[in-house]
């Protein structure tokens, strides 16, 4: 797929940056496009490549279409069956990429769609960050049909260090979405602890320390638990999305007939913290709400 003309859809944090990485691996990178127009044309200028008006030039002029988008109103305006500038109008013949974190109906959305204008589609849905974006080491699960998913295999291994086919349409999003949950739920616990280890007046680097040797050890104790010491909370994965995913598991729970209080305790509690107006603090931001003195 090297000889492959890609174009790009949501260049944020995310998807600029495996842009950037797909350009150092010798792809060529034909176009971008971003609802933040000014994001678009800075990244296609330092990618020399086109800034697109819309999702639809993308399409037009790439035979691979990355997208990257927040959510599935996002998701249904560049599948959109009606707007003449979404990818459907040139879908023909071309294979598109969906990363986003969203529902499994609207990845399977995606796919039925693309199907009905004559292109294929898959979902590869993310759980790791913007360094492994940049890096290309991030850990990829795919959904969707398997021919596309092996036609995509060796774009897809430039993006990853760990890359996983999980099943049809929709599936990959469903494992997303309890991934996220339970992390979420680690790191509503993380500031439990490190907020209750505060308030009795112990050394919260000790408390670390200990934690990582012993049951409290987590990855996200790795990743945050210093960021929550210091109130370090620079944006890697944002409250305002943690709330959304652990709003499609809990969604997800809820057609099974599971009550998840756990999950529905850390909902809420990201729910909280995006009200405050604090949503686009790093997810590790859950901890003002519960250390003394703090935001809220």
């Known amino acids: 797929m090297m000889e492959s003309r890609i174009g790009f859809i949501g260049v944020g944090r995310m998807g600029g940056n495996m842009a950037r990485r797909l350009k150092d691996k010798g792809y060529e990178i034909t176009s971008v496009q971003d609802r933040n127009s000014k994001i678009a044309e800075s990244l296609a200028k330092e990618l020399g490549c086109e800034a697109a008006p819309t ?3 993308v399409a037009e002029i790439s ?9 599935d109103t996002s998701m249904a305006e560049i599948f959109s069956e009606t707007d003449p500038s979404s990818l459907l109008k040139h879908a023909q013949g071309k294979l598109f990429i969906n990363f986003a974190t969203v529902t499994p109906e609207s990845h399977i959305m995606a796919e039925t769609r693309v199907a009905n204008n004559g292109g294929t589609n898959l979902e590869a849905l993310m759980a790791s960050s913007i360094t492994q974006a940049r890096e290309g080491t991030l850990y990829l ?10 036609k995509a295999r060796t774009l897809l291994e430039a ?5 996983r086919y999980v099943g049809p349409a929709g599936d990959a999003a469903k494992v997303k979405a309890l991934v996220n949950m339970v992390m979420n739920c680690n790191t509503a616990a993380l500031a439990e602890g490190l907020g209750l280890g505060d308030a009795l007046g112990l050394d919260l680097t000790m408390l ?6 012993t049951g409290a050890a987590s990855r996200v104790l790795e990743t945050d638990g210093e960021d929550m010491q210091n109130r370090d909370h620079e944006c890697y994965f944002s ?12 969604n997800l729970a809820q057609s099974s007939g599971l009550d998840l209080p756990i999950a529905k305790a850390t909902f809420d509690q990201y729910r909280r913290l995006v009200s405050a107006g604090k949503g686009e603090l790093d997810k590790s931001g859950i901890a003002e709400l519960v250390f003394k003195g703090r935001m809220i």
């Open 55 to 57: 999702p639809g030039r």
């Open 63 to 71: 035979d691979v279409i990355l997208t990257v988008v927040t959510d």
């Open 141 to 150: 699960m795919c959904g969707g049909k398997e021919p596309v998913f092996k």
């Open 159 to 163: 993006l990853s260090s760990k890359l």
């Open 208 to 213: 670390r320390e200990v934690f990582s040797q």
């Open 239 to 250: 409250a305002v999305h943690a709330a959304k995913d652990s709003g499609i598991a809990l």
